[in-house]
């Protein structure tokens, strides 16, 4: 393409910028252009910064240490979910029009028992809009508008006018209220739950300041310790491929780079001077015996613990054994952790001569199993006792950079300002405190956002539908602080209704969250009378709603998004529409205006502005829009943020802390890092799921959770799984793209032509059960089994089996056996221990089995004769009528 302006072009050809990034907040990565010709999109390319600005507009920063300088690319790092999501958009998986479920009929039998089965016919826009209109009424009228649960939260596109998950809690905020399937902090889920307890670190756990970190780390880390994270992997979704870049860089300026992990991941395979391997969920036994090397080899920092910590007494007394009688020694670790005693010393010896950082993506399958609070804290207390704070000693994660940060904070070298265009967004990215403070100060408003009167965990939906009462503690998301887990909350809360309608804009509770065949029953329940979705793919949880809308992608739409998570440079871009719609689906915020339109608040929603004026209000309050004018942002498509030229200026991490904690004290009662933790001792007394000192904490019968392979259970289930972050999609998005597909790690062919989920597995576990690479598998427990593809490899230790999270949900038989390889389906059904309401998705046990596809499709003739395209998988064909 010409470096020019070419959106206006007569030929045809259109280069139109986009933000490509997978959070889903109104903050986007992934500044992208995209080709179109002939109302197709050819190409999705890289932005280069300079296509319409000179560099010294933008003031490229540079980070010089160890003799050496690292600048920024002039375009951006886009990973390969970019470059292949126009694949999405013309995907045979698309819904195009709106759907009704076969032998649901909301005058007569509803046949809540058949979610999950039901085929689906095709109605029109105003009949689907009459009977939502209808339902929303009778629910309401009947049962209180709590009955309507809005499941409006998770990963998906980002978009900002056009929010694809919150839209219609505007709307039911209208209506009286309704009650919130409230987001857990499922990629923080140890630090939240632990890591607040040891070092503060409001809102999620993970600390904080970031600001500065990795040209610290340039400078004075001598060892990186990469902790269950694979950086060619997590960061693809949020930042790009600037920490794959980064950590290149790294290796050049001679810092070790240790990996922690069951499995060589593709992090590891490129980037690792060393791989540890260990087992999953076992790394809080690691990090004591590693603590123990260091008390009784006297190699910590004790004058650092004297004046920022308390209760270390108590902590020490743990680790060496006088509290319970068992020293946490290497050779009791290896005896957990898989770990051989003498690697644990070498360790823990390099560890204490040298900086040391570690670093996650968020913290891994690691974060989200039994128990994880246990591990966050330890990690915490290990980095304490090295002078966390200290030049080079950091606690650092590779992914969301500018997501809950105060201003100016941020890993790199940052830029003037951090561009937002909140004041434009719908759905759950409303609400930026800096945003309403402007328009307060021009006395202008949004319609303010309230708290809805009822609030329900997203790891307790199943069980608020076949188990209320429930009581739990913690509210659970990340914009709670660590005192509202003392909290005690009730279903229903007082005043409140059950459960009675569902409306979703995030259906992949199915694949995505905790013990998921007990979610597809509580679809099916008799409670649950309406069940509503718009999405634009028909997978997962849409396969259980009673009326489906067709919702369009972001290249069907125009909007405002900002670029701050990619790391390089901020930008701002004003979003063309690309293609037209496909079908008759519309942008999620359209859906609700008609939703709205039917039930007479069409007004009161849109807040009386249209599209286009909804981005001139974004734009508006965007803390750009006294650098670059609309129109000037409307002809070039996107605006650089220009470097800070005072960057340097700013301390790096926790340094402040470190040199004078008492004049910058953490967000901890006691300002301090807290090895043993007074507020957990008052408020839980006697848990010993997460007691006041953080423990090696193993379960059991009785306890939350009995997942170790020192249970009874693992002589019937010998495996641990490990899920992770998928390598080709983001949870549950891209798993139809049809290049990944070809990759032999992204999908497995089967011998009946089915793209099979892969399973990793070591040869000599395979070899025991008969496995070998490419043969369909059974992995099993008592709570369901799911199919996958054997994928035979050294890169998995002996009695582990890897399988991402996020594969399409394809029932066998509904609530008991998945083909898709969804395996959510059989995590565990608790939360994260006793008292978190967290999730825990990894490290739990399962046995595997080779299975004989040719007598499944015997047994199960339907589910293996659907309509299914080899290209790309799952079809919508396979529901139709």
């Given at each position: 393409?010409?470096k020019?302006?070419?959106r206006?072009a007569?030929?045809?050809?259109?280069?139109?910028?986009?933000g490509?990034g997978?959070?889903?907040?109104?903050?986007?990565?992934?500044s992208?252009v995209?080709?179109?010709?002939?109302?197709?999109i050819?190409?999705?390319?890289?932005l280069?910064?300079?296509?319409?600005?000179k560099?010294?507009?933008?003031?490229?920063w540079?980070?010089e240490a160890?003799n050496?300088t690292?600048m920024?690319?002039?375009k951006?790092?886009i990973?390969p979910?970019?470059l292949?999501?126009?694949?999405?958009?013309?995907?045979p998986?698309?819904?195009?029009?709106p759907l009704?479920?076969?032998d649901?009929?909301?005058?007569?039998?509803r046949n809540?028992?058949?979610?999950?089965?039901?085929?689906y016919?095709?109605?029109?826009?105003?009949?689907a809009?009459?009977m939502?209109a209808?339902?929303?009424?009778?629910?309401i009228?009947k049962?209180?508008?709590?009955?309507i649960?809005a499941?409006?939260?998770g990963?998906?596109?980002?978009?900002?006018?056009h929010?694809p998950h919150?839209c219609?809690r505007?709307l039911?905020?209208?209506l009286g209220?309704?009650?919130?399937?409230q987001r857990?902090t499922?990629?923080?889920?140890?630090w939240?739950?632990g890591g607040?307890h040891?070092?503060?670190?409001?809102?999620?756990?993970?600390?904080?300041?970031?600001?500065?970190?990795v040209p610290?780390m340039a400078a004075n880390?001598?060892m990186?310790?990469f902790?269950?994270?694979?950086?060619?992997?997590t960061?693809?979704?949020w930042?790009?491929?600037?920490p794959?870049?980064l950590?290149?860089w790294?290796?050049?300026?001679g810092?070790?780079?240790i990996?922690i992990c069951p499995?060589v991941?593709?992090?590891?395979?490129?980037?690792a001077d060393?791989?540890?391997?260990?087992?999953p969920n076992?790394?809080?036994?690691?990090?004591l015996?590693?603590?123990?090397?260091?008390?009784t080899?006297?190699?910590?920092?004790?004058?650092?613990?004297a004046t920022?910590?308390?209760g270390?007494d108590?902590?020490a007394e743990y680790v060496?054994?006088?509290?319970?009688?068992i020293?946490?020694?290497?050779?009791?670790?290896e005896?957990?952790c898989?770990v051989?005693?003498r690697?644990?010393?070498?360790l823990?010896?390099?560890?204490a001569?040298?900086?040391v950082?570690?670093?996650h993506?968020n913290?891994?399958?690691?974060i989200?199993?039994?128990?994880?609070?246990?591990p966050?804290?330890?990690e915490?207390?290990?980095?304490?006792?090295?002078?966390?704070?200290?030049?080079?000693v950091?606690f650092?994660?590779?992914?969301e950079?500018?997501?809950?940060?105060?201003?100016?904070e941020?890993?790199m070298?940052r830029?003037?300002?951090q561009?937002?265009?909140n004041a434009?967004?719908?759905?759950?990215?409303?609400?930026?405190p800096?945003?309403?403070?402007?328009?307060?100060?021009n006395n202008e408003s949004?319609?303010?956002?309230?708290?809805p009167?009822q609030?329900i965990?997203?790891t307790?939906?199943h069980?608020?539908i076949l188990?209320a009462p429930?009581?739990?503690y913690g509210?659970?998301?990340?914009?709670?602080?660590r005192?509202?887990?003392?909290?005690?909350?009730?279903?229903p809360?007082?005043?409140?209704?059950?459960?009675?309608?569902?409306?979703?804009?995030?259906?992949?509770?199915i694949?995505c969250?905790?013990?998921?065949?007990t979610?597809?029953k509580a679809y099916?329940?008799p409670?649950?009378?309406f069940?509503?979705?718009?999405?634009?793919w028909?997978?997962?949880?849409?396969?259980f709603?009673?009326?489906?809308l067709?919702?369009?992608?972001?290249?069907?739409?125009e909007d405002?998004?900002?670029?701050i998570f990619s790391g390089q440079?901020?930008?701002?871009?004003?979003?063309?529409?690309?293609i037209?719609p496909?079908?008759e689906?519309?942008?999620?915020?359209?859906?609700?205006?008609?939703?709205a339109?039917?039930?007479?608040l069409?007004e009161?929603?849109?807040?009386?502005?249209?599209?286009e004026?909804?981005r001139?209000?974004?734009?508006?309050?965007?803390?750009?829009?006294?650098k670059?004018?609309?129109?000037?942002?409307?002809?070039?498509?996107?605006?650089v943020?220009?470097?800070d030229p005072?960057?340097?200026d700013?301390?790096?991490?926790?340094?402040d802390?470190?040199?004078e904690p008492?004049?910058?004290?953490?967000?901890t009662p006691?300002?301090?890092?807290e090895y043993?933790s007074?507020a957990l001792?008052?408020?839980?007394?006697?848990d010993r799921?997460?007691?006041p000192v953080?423990?090696w904490?193993?379960?059991g019968?009785?306890?939350t959770?009995?997942e170790?392979?020192s249970?009874?259970r693992?002589?019937k289930?010998?495996?641990l799984?490990?899920s992770?972050?998928g390598?080709?999609?983001?949870?549950a998005?891209?798993?139809?793209?049809?290049w990944?597909?070809?990759?032999?790690?992204c999908?497995?062919k089967g011998?009946?032509?089915?793209?099979?989920e892969?399973?990793?597995?070591?040869?000599?576990?395979?070899?025991?059960?008969?496995?070998k690479?490419g043969?369909?598998?059974?992995?099993?427990?008592?709570?369901?089994a799911v199919?996958?593809?054997?994928?035979?490899?050294?890169?998995?230790m002996?009695?582990?089996v890897y399988?991402d999270h996020?594969a399409r949900y394809?029932?066998?038989?509904v609530s008991?056996?998945d083909?898709g390889?969804a395996?959510?389906?059989?995590?565990p059904?608790?939360?994260t221990?006793?008292?978190?309401?967290?999730?825990a998705?990894?490290g739990f046990?399962v046995?595997v089995?080779?299975?004989?596809?040719?007598?499944?499709r015997k047994?199960?003739p339907e589910?293996f004769?659907?309509p299914?395209?080899q290209a790309?998988?799952?079809v919508?064909?396979?529901?139709l009528i």
């Open positions: 393409m010409k020019n302006d070419s206006k007569t030929s045809g050809e259109r280069s139109i910028v986009k490509l997978f959070c889903s907040v109104a903050s986007d990565a992934n992208s995209v080709d179109v010709k002939d109302g197709k050819v190409r999705i390319r890289p280069h910064y300079d296509w319409k600005y560099p010294e507009q933008f003031s490229p540079k980070i160890r050496q690292f920024p690319s002039m951006s790092l990973p979910f970019s292949a999501y126009k694949k999405r958009a013309t995907s998986n698309r819904i195009l029009y009704k479920r076969v649901w009929d909301p005058n007569g039998e809540t028992q058949n979610r999950g089965k039901s085929g016919v095709r109605i029109s826009w105003d009949e809009l009459d939502i209808s339902e929303i009424k009778r629910v009228k049962y209180g508008p709590t009955a649960l499941q409006s939260d990963h998906g596109e980002t978009k900002n006018i929010g919150g219609q505007k039911l905020q209208l209220g309704y009650t919130l399937q857990n499922d990629s923080w889920e140890g939240y739950w607040k040891v070092w503060g670190s409001e809102p999620v756990g993970q600390a904080r300041p970031v600001t500065n970190i610290d880390t001598e990186v310790l902790w269950g994270c694979d950086m060619e992997t960061p693809w979704g930042q790009g491929q600037l794959s870049r950590c290149y790294f290796t050049e300026l810092i070790k780079q990996y499995e991941n593709y992090g590891c395979a490129v980037h060393k791989w540890i391997p260990i087992k076992t790394d809080a036994a690691m990090r015996a590693i603590a123990y090397i260091w008390l080899e006297d190699t910590y920092d004790k004058e650092y613990l920022h910590s308390v270390f108590k902590f060496l054994g006088k509290e319970d009688g020293p946490k020694t290497p050779k009791w670790a005896g957990k898989g051989p005693s690697i644990i010393k070498a823990a010896r390099e560890w001569k040298k900086p950082s570690v670093s993506g913290g891994g399958s690691a989200r199993g039994p128990y994880s609070s246990e966050a804290r330890l915490a207390c290990l980095l304490g006792m090295q002078g966390l704070g200290k030049p080079g950091h650092f994660k590779w992914i950079w500018g997501l809950f940060v105060e201003e100016g941020y890993p070298p830029g003037v300002v561009p937002d265009v434009a967004a719908q759905g759950e990215g409303m609400g930026s800096v945003i309403m403070e402007a328009m307060a100060a949004r319609l303010p956002t309230k708290r009167p609030i965990p997203k307790l939906i069980d608020a188990n429930l009581t739990w509210n659970t998301s990340a914009g709670f602080p005192e509202d887990q003392f909290v005690l909350y009730h279903y809360a007082e005043g409140c209704s059950e459960l009675h309608m569902i409306w979703t804009d995030t259906p992949c509770l694949t969250w905790n013990d998921s065949n979610t597809a099916q329940s409670k649950i009378e069940m509503l979705a718009q999405h634009p028909m997978e997962n949880d849409c396969l709603a009673d009326i489906l067709p919702v369009n992608t972001k290249f069907e739409e405002i998004a900002t670029d440079f901020h930008t701002v871009i004003l979003e063309e529409q690309c037209t496909k079908g689906s519309k942008t999620d915020y359209e859906v609700v205006c008609m939703i339109e039917r039930l007479g069409l009161e929603y849109t807040e009386g502005r249209s599209i004026e909804w001139q209000f974004g734009y508006k309050y965007s803390r750009v829009a006294d670059i004018s609309y129109e000037e942002l409307k002809e070039k498509g996107y605006y943020v220009p470097a005072n960057w340097k700013t301390n790096p991490g926790l340094y802390f470190y040199k008492e004049k910058n004290p953490l967000a006691s300002g301090k890092l043993y007074q001792a008052e408020h839980f007394p006697g799921e997460r007691p953080p423990h904490v193993e379960g019968p009785g306890w959770h009995d170790s392979l249970s009874q693992a002589k289930y010998p495996l799984v490990m992770n972050h390598r080709w999609r983001i949870h998005n891209l798993d139809d793209i049809s990944f597909h070809e990759i032999e790690t999908k497995v011998p009946d032509g089915y793209h099979y892969p399973m990793w597995i070591n040869p000599a576990e395979a070899a025991r059960r008969g496995i690479l043969d369909v598998v059974k992995i099993y427990n008592e709570r369901g199919l996958a593809g054997a994928y035979v490899t050294e890169r998995i002996p009695g582990i399988i996020g394809d029932p066998i038989i008991e056996l083909r390889g395996i959510n389906t059989i995590s059904h608790n939360g221990s006793k008292h978190c309401a967290g999730m998705t990894s046990l046995e089995e080779r299975v004989n596809v040719d007598e499944m047994k199960y589910a004769n659907r299914y395209d790309t998988g799952q919508i064909q396979r529901v």
